[in-house]
């Protein structure tokens, strides 16, 4: 059981655009900035967000994220099947036992 | 270029114990600090562990499911990062991941850089 919470899978068609969930609480992203990563299986993760909201060099407009108390988005916009991958949101939980946290990640299928 | 490579996996009996190397280059290694991660078969990314850099005496934590098991250190000189795994139980069964961390604002963690990976499996 993932401390931030993320739904299993979400689907949308080529060129479309997708939002994926991540809740959490208030000791971690109520608190601490979020971080959004692409993984595809095989492969090493990509950090596609960072400080809520902001890009990595490289990392086209297509992606954006955002935070609001307890909660954060990941947006993707104009589809493509490469974005086809696995999806982790991640923070700092500054709770009674600090550590990195992260969502249980949402499967992204482009139809 | 930034590049890791995990290096280390492999079979280990129930109990046993195995030590991770994570090789980098092209960043100045002792001005990060630098973490562990696992992906179990069928699960998703899990964070392990991670040691600061130098600035912050090298302090490190620990996920709650390694803690006391798991000991990851570093060495500048030759810009590695080690995880040394020991009392490994079947569930700790995972390809493991090298990250570069960034720590900056209060409350800011992220992994910018990742290598990619090395398998462990536990088995008798």
């Known amino acids: 059981q993932s401390v931030l919470t993320q739904p299993p899978s979400v689907s949308a068609a080529a060129r479309q655009k997708v939002t ?12 601490n900035y979020i971080s959004w990563y692409q993984h595809l299986p095989g492969t090493a993760p990509k950090l596609l967000i960072y400080e809520n909201n902001k890009r990595p060099s490289g990392i086209p407009d297509r992606f954006s994220g955002s ?36 969502g249980g990640g949402t499967k992204l299928t482009v139809l | 270029e930034v590049q890791l490579v995990e290096s280390g996996g492999g079979l ?23 973490s562990w991660f696992r992906q179990a078969p069928g699960k998703g990314l899990e964070w392990v562990n991670f040691i600061r ?39 700790d ?10 720590i900056g604002l209060p409350g800011e963690y992220y992994f910018d850089f990742w290598g990619q990976g090395t398998l462990v499996t536990v088995s008798s």
């Open chain 1, 20 to 31: 994926i969930p991540c809740s959490g609480s208030s000791s971690n992203i109520g608190k």
């Open chain 2, 53 to 91: 850099h130098k600035a912050y005496s090298e302090t490190t934590e620990y996920a709650a499911s390694v803690k006391g098991r798991f000991t990851i250190s570093r060495d500048d000189s030759r810009s590695i990062a080690y995880l040394q795994m020991n009392s490994l139980k079947i569930e």
């Open chain 2, 93 to 102: 069964t995972a390809v493991y991941y090298c990250t570069r961390t960034q």
């Open chain 2, 12 to 34: 280990v009996q129930p109990g046993g114990s195995l030590r991770l190397s994570c090789t980098t280059s092209g960043f100045t290694f002792s001005d990060y600090t630098m």
């Open chain 1, 67 to 102: 935070k609001s108390g307890t909660s954060a988005t990941l947006d993707i916009t104009g589809l493509q099947t490469g974005d086809e991958a696995d999806y982790y949101c991640g923070t700092w939980d500054s709770g009674l036992i600090p550590g990195v946290v992260f």
